[in-house]
């Protein structure tokens, strides 16, 4: 997500407020479909925030009879629900729901990598390896997304190098980070013979490692 832009968008639907007249159903569409991009980009397709919006708008289009009016609410529904959105970015609050939220995904992986580990058979091995390796990866991204604003599908050692520029990995972390790819690698492409318990353990630690500190 790249926040100077966002905001920047947001501040261009906002001026619209002070163009045209107020039953300008033109600029009402395009605040409301604005404000929808805007809640769909940051919080997400299916936010609590998109789904009240549109049931806001769908109740003043249901009981508003006098068109010019309801052009009004649903102009200043929109203009609302910018400003809104507008705040939590710059308060940061939207990065800490994204952090929050990224890590219990990733922790979830974690578990049923740490369980299927715990079978002590070779298929419980490959299992955890590629749960292991997808949560590696994610995290690589995710650190690269919210503290780089990498949200292009750069490869995992130009992320962790800009990670490592940012400060945001460094000493033995970044080493530690880079060994990890070719497990990566071998794991994704069903390589088992490369891979045994005590790698997919390694793994499994480090991407705990990494989530606690940066995401936790």
Request: aromatic share 4%; glycine share 10%.
């Amino acid at each position: 997500m790249d926040k100077i832009r966002i905001l920047a968008r947001i501040d261009e639907l906002l001026a619209r407020e002070r163009e045209g007249s107020a039953d300008d159903s033109a600029r009402a569409s395009e605040l409301y479909q604005g404000a929808i991009s805007m809640l769909g980009l940051v919080h997400g397709a299916n936010c609590h925030q998109l789904r009240t919006l549109n049931d806001h708008i769908a109740g003043i289009q249901k009981s508003e009879k006098v068109p010019f009016r309801a052009t009004i609410a649903v102009a200043g529904s929109s203009l609302g629900a910018l400003r809104n959105l507008k705040r939590e970015i710059e308060e940061g609050l939207v990065g800490n729901l994204r952090r929050e939220v990224t890590g219990e995904v990733l922790s979830d992986l974690l578990r049923l990598g740490k369980e299927a580990l715990a079978n002590g058979t070779d298929g419980g091995k490959n299992v955890a390896a590629v749960l292991a390796a997808a949560a590696f990866e994610d995290t690589i991204r995710n650190l690269g997304a919210t503290y780089c604003g990498i949200h292009t599908r750069e490869s995992l050692p130009d992320i962790l190098a800009r990670l490592q520029a940012a400060d945001i990995l460094k000493g033995s972390q970044v080493g530690v980070v880079q060994s990890h790819f070719q497990f990566r690698n071998d794991a994704m492409h069903a390589d088992w013979s490369k891979i045994d318990a005590v790698a997919v353990g390694t793994a499994l630690s480090l991407v705990q490692e990494l989530l606690l500190k940066h995401f936790g």
